[in-house]
Structure formats: structure tokens, C-alpha cells
């Protein structure tokens, strides 16, 4: 089965490799798309739901330039693993938890996917490690032009691309950035950082895991307008403010190492400790002190352990994750003794930190 | 420190970036976990029934008015503008034209804008007038099918395979 493939690796966005990736975990683009001779997603009935999925699935399959995507039916998965699907970015948790036909199309490497009859009837992503808007939309334009030589999308001269809804409508597209920014959290300076960045149209939100615990200091940036602006200047509206918010976070970092170098050291050797030791340990507990340690070693503070392997813990510590990596069904209580021996085993102390493949 | 939303104490403090307003929320677990389900569940962050609850109500529309535009249904899918109102998604391609004036205000007060400037379709843009029509056939074609009247199901089927017969192939 292809998802127990996906659990032993990891999706390229998570190499921590591109640009910034101190700071920047990814780059992501979607767009809604909608074809033109079936109704919006909330007036199809489940013939129309099926067909849009076949009709999609062979148009791309057979005759487009796209056989390095593999269909997976979302609608015929068992609810641990269409959350592991969630865990990795690769659909949303509506379509994870919606009715009826549908699907995510994604490529070896999970670059790309291709949801299928969400809340459009496609909805197209590309995934990127570190800074990298422009590879990002040079990756996704192409696809979409390889899916629209095969399938003709609601479109109006005046409009744009139609979408369900109306706040994407235009170029139905959401540009968004990951950041982490613990030094900011630490200073207590992220509601400043927000507030400018609100005063250009854009969107900031936590990330959330498990629970309603913040991710671990991940924050995700986007354009909140898709009408009226041209697809550069989106990328540009979000991509000018990436390096402010990175100088920002590097400067929270300069003053933690500075005049607070102590206090820093503990929390992070702290941190580290307890998710080598720990017996249990909660998923939001997880996410924090791995938060820590990622800083720590971008600040060089942890000499043993690499930036790729903490990103790839930050999943894989996530319930449905640890439960395919264990091939068993666990409960909380069950998944917290797991999640410490899994990071046990993967956070050895005698400096043996080879996590796992790549 | 007490939940905005009950009183009780508040733990959870967030800090959330919508539409204009920064966002900073002192919640109860209770209203938090509320809160951050419903907010996370749609990366779309404005919430559109808001936002058509701000732009309808303070217009100079009179009761009358905005029951006759809720009354008003699009003739392809059948979506009435109440239930768009409630529900914030669109049925069909079409009600960007059938409802093109009732929703202009919505767009500009969204986007600040009601013209697309970016990518168009490679093929140029096609008529899809007939593609519209595909929509409102099948529509019709369930309709009579329920109703087991199959005379007319085989001459709406016929129209449905000529107009996908000639429809754009595929490359
Ligand atoms: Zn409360
Ligand atoms: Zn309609």
C-alpha cells in the first residue's frame, strides 16, 4: 500500500534545504480551479461528484503529461489514513472529513497534489523546503497549464477563475509561507510583528496540531486577496515580507543569545533532554520543546542532531503518523508511551543521531 | 483573567489576524477549542457570511428588497441567494453572471477590486455557454428521471452527448 511507504519517508518540503530554512520550514501556492460544465461542490449530487472524480482522474492519467502522479481514492480510506494524509500537508482536514466521492492525486517526492472535489473540484499545491515563492509558482503554473490542456475550467473574462467561494475568485490563489518564530514568542514581540503585517491585506495564522495547543511557534503567512492583483504580485505581496519577519525573528535571536544566553541554554538543553528521557509525553508537549531544540540548533547550540531530522519529528510525532509507523491502532494514553520511545530511539545520546533515511 | 465569550477563566490566549481586526482572544478551553476548530477547518479566513452580513444590512435596502434578492434562484443550478447568504459557497459557474450585480459590492468590499488581471486559460477563453447548459441538463434530466418520465429523459440525454460530443476534446 502506497501510505505505508510514504510513513518510512519524508516529503521533500521538509528537507529543511532552500533558502532561509533557519527560519522559513516551507513554501506553499494553491489554486482553485472549478470545471465548467458541473455545478459547485455544494450542488453536486453524488453522480456528479463521481464523475467529476473519474473525469479527472482519466483526463490526467491517460493523456496529459502526468504520469509521475499516482491517484489515491480519499473517499475509500480508513479514517487513520486519511488523517495521516492531514498530518503531511497533503490534503486538508475538511476533505479528510467530508462525504462522497474524492480524491488527492500526489507525485513521489510530495511536491504537488491535487485534491479533488474539496471545497472546489480541484484544488492544486506545490510544496517547497525554505524561501522559494518563484519556484513554487513556476512549478504550479506548469501543471496547471498541463491540467487545463486537458479539462476546460469555469472561467470569466471579467472574473477570473470561478470559485464556490467568492473570497477566492480571480486567480484562486493563496500563497502562504511557513515560519518559525520562537525568539519572537519568547520576546513577546509576535503580536507587534502581526500587527504590521495586517496593514498590508495579509493573513497570519498559528498552526495548529493536535488539540488547541499552537504548533509549536509555527506561523503561516498569507495573501488574503486573489482578485484585482496579478499572480507575481501576490507572490511579491507575501514574498517582500518574508525577509522583515525573518530580520525581526533574527533579531529576537541576537538579543536571546546576547543578553539572555542563560536563560536560552537551559531552556534549550531542557527541552532537549526531555525528549530524549521522557516515558510520556502529549503530542503539544512534543511540538513545544522540539520548537526549542530546532532553535537551538540553528543557533548552535545542539551539535548532534540535524534541522531535517527535527522537521521530520514534527510529524511523525503526530497520532496517525506514530500509529503507522507502529502498525497499530493506539489510544492516547498508549500513543504518549509510543511518541517517548519513538523519540528515544531517534534522539539517542551517544551523539548517534543518524535519524533515519534521508 | 475571564473568557470573553462566558466568563469562565480564560487560558487560552490567541492571537488571530482576519480581515481588518487583530484578533487577540482570551478564551476558556471550551470556547478555545470552538474557536480554533471552526476557524481551522477553512484556510479562507474571512468568513463570508460575516462579511455579507456587514455589506447587506447597513444598505439601503428595505426589508422587501432583500426579500425579493433572497428569493432570487439561479435558473442552471437552482442556488437561491438565501441559501448562498447562509451557506457562503455558490452553486454553479453561472451565478458569478445571474447574481453578477448583487455580488459586485461583496467582491469590492473582499478584494478592493472586481476585475481579474492575472492568468488566463492557455486555450483563450472558450465559450462556455454550452458547458453551462451541460449543468442545467443534467439537472433537468435527474428531475425527469424522478419523476419516470423517460421519454423526455432519452431526448435530454441526446442533447447532453451532442453537446459533449462537440464540447472542446481533450489534447
Ligand atoms: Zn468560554
Ligand atoms: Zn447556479
Known sequence: MILDDMAGRCGEWLKGCGPESDIVMSSRIRLARNLADYPFIRRCTDIDRANIESTVRERLTNKAKLKDLTFIDVADLQTLDRQFLVERQLISREHANSDGARAVAIDQQERLSLMVNEEDHLRIQVMKSGLDLVGAWDQINDLDDRIESQLTYAFHPKLGYLTACPTNVGTGMRVSVLVHLPALVITQQIEKVFRSLQKINLVVRGLYGEGTQAMGDFYQVSNQITLGKSENDLIDQVGDVIPVVIDYERKARDFLINEKQNDLFEQVSRAYGTLQNAQQISSEETMFLLSRVRMGINLGLIGDLEIPEVNQLFIRTQPAHLQKLRHSELDTDQRNVERANYLHSQLKLDGGSEASNN | ?171
Open chain 2, 1 to 171: 483573567m475571564k473568557c470573553q465569550k462566558c466568563q469562565k477563566q480564560a487560558t487560552f490566549h490567541i492571537t488571530d489576524l482576519t480581515g481588518d481586526d487583530l484578533l487577540a482572544l482570551h478564551l476558556c478551553p471550551d470556547c478555545a477549542k470552538g474557536y480554533l476548530e471552526t476557524g481551522e477547518s477553512s484556510e479562507d479566513a474571512p468568513v463570508i457570511s460575516d462579511v455579507m452580513s456587514k455589506q447587506l444590512k447597513p444598505l439601503e435596502q428595505t426589508a422587501d428588497d432583500l426579500r425579493e434578492l433572497d428569493a432570487k434562484e439561479c435558473p442552471i443550478c437552482g442556488i437561491s441567494f438565501y441559501e448562498f447568504r447562509q451557506g457562503g459557497r455558490l452553486g454553479c459557474p453561472h451565478d458569478y453572471v445571474f447574481f453578477g450585480e448583487d455580488l459586485d459590492p461583496l467582491l469590492i468590499n473582499v478584494h478592493g477590486d472586481n476585475q481579474h488581471v492575472g492568468k488566463q486559460p492557455k486555450r483563450g477563453i472558450t465559450d462556455t455557454e454550452s458547458q453551462t447548459e451541460l449543468i442545467r441538463l443534467r439537472r433537468q434530466m435527474k428531475e425527469v428521471v424522478e419523476q419516470e418520465d423517460y421519454e423526455q429523459a432519452s431526448q435530454i440525454r441526446d442533447q447532453i452527448r451532442q453537446i459533449e460530443g462537440e464540447g472542446p476534446a481533450s489534447e
